[in-house]
């Protein structure tokens, strides 16, 4: 991308933090809730209205003049900013999709940690796609994006990046956002895991990290991690399933009879503490330790492991 040069500015606004919300027009409030909630878990959180708009407000903001209420409803949409969806009674305005080249013409992007994943249970929920999954390249290189219609006809966008964009490796001082930047951050939730889920997790996880053929691994990942999962130890930090692999790689190289089973495991929400024993059939529980598990959606989103206990020279 050839670069923008920009003066400095003799003063810009103080306290700007980044996007709060997006706004969107929909023509029913409860089949666009319904829509983000059903296909996307977002939640409906605060609402407004519906209430009167004076001649001036209308005229102002450049409302038709015959639209009498107005009512707003702002959804938690995962971790990024959150969408505000505008309902109007009577619905007087076009009925018509602005063109994209329309002036203020607009769509937002939800980004996915599966691409394919998503996209096929919302073909299989009967949304309508625009397009086939786009490839970037240059600066974009290594992003995939698509495009579907609500039931209204609004442009959404799907978008994955799990490894990044092209332009980071020219290493910039400034990078765009990115899902990789809230990738230990504690998806809020109601729900604690049961214990047939905490069963499942320490099975499928366990039954990654004792598997010796890193091709398998690899394929197996998919269903046990996000696809941006982020892996933590005292020495390694990575995103997605290559790093994490590589580590597993190694170690099991470096220990090829021990094996990991559980110690015990426990969650508050959708954290998890999963203590671990590692060693040979001789002495399993030669090394414990923690994983400390944030689970979204069903699927790891950020391991951290942690050591509790090494072999000293006379156990070795």
């Known amino acids: 991308m050839t670069s923008l040069s920009l003066t400095s500015a003799k003063a810009q606004a103080p306290g700007i933090v980044g996007i709060d919300h997006v706004g969107i027009n929909v023509p029913d409030m409860d089949q666009a809730i319904k829509f983000f909630h059903d ?6 959180v605060t609402k407004l209205g519906p209430f009167p708009m004076d001649k001036d407000w209308k005229t102002k903001f450049h409302i038709h003049e015959n639209a009498d209420q107005v009512e707003l409803v702002m959804m938690r949409a995962g971790d990024g900013s959150n969408i505000e969806l505008f309902a109007y009674k009577p619905n007087v305005g076009s009925q018509e999709q602005p063109f994209r080249d329309d002036i203020s013409a607009t769509h937002f992007s939800l980004y996915t940690s599966d691409l394919a994943g998503t996209k096929s249970f919302l073909e ?136 990991f089973t559980l110690a015990k495991i426990s969650a508050n ?20 330790g923690m994983d400390l ?14 050591l509790d206990h090494l072999p000293t020279a006379k156990s070795k």
């Open 293 to 306: 598990i944030i689970v979204e959606n069903g699927k790891v989103r950020s391991l951290s492991a942690f």
């Open 124 to 259: 299989s929920q009967g949304v309508k796609f625009l397009s086939d999954v786009l490839s970037g390249a240059g600066d974009t290189e290594g992003e995939k994006w698509v495009y579907f219609e609500t039931p209204w006809g609004a442009t959404i966008e799907l978008n994955s990046y799990p490894s990044g964009k092209g332009y980071e490796k020219n290493h910039p001082k400034i990078k765009l956002w990115s899902p990789k930047d809230q990738a230990t951050s504690v998806s809020l939730t109601t729900e604690t895991l049961g214990s047939d889920q905490l069963d499942d997790l320490a099975k499928n996880h366990f039954k990654i990290w004792n598997d010796h053929d890193k091709a398998a691994r690899l394929n197996g990942m998919s269903a046990v991690y996000t696809e941006d999962v982020a892996f933590f130890d005292d020495k390694e930090a990575s995103v997605g399933y290559e790093g994490m692999n590589n580590f597993i790689e190694h170690l099991l190289s470096a220990n090829k009879e021990f094996k």
């Open 39 to 44: 296909m996307f878990g977002f939640t409906p």
């Open 269 to 288: 929400h959708n954290v998890v503490r999963l203590y671990w024993n590692f060693g040979p059939a001789s002495k399993p529980s030669l090394i414990s």
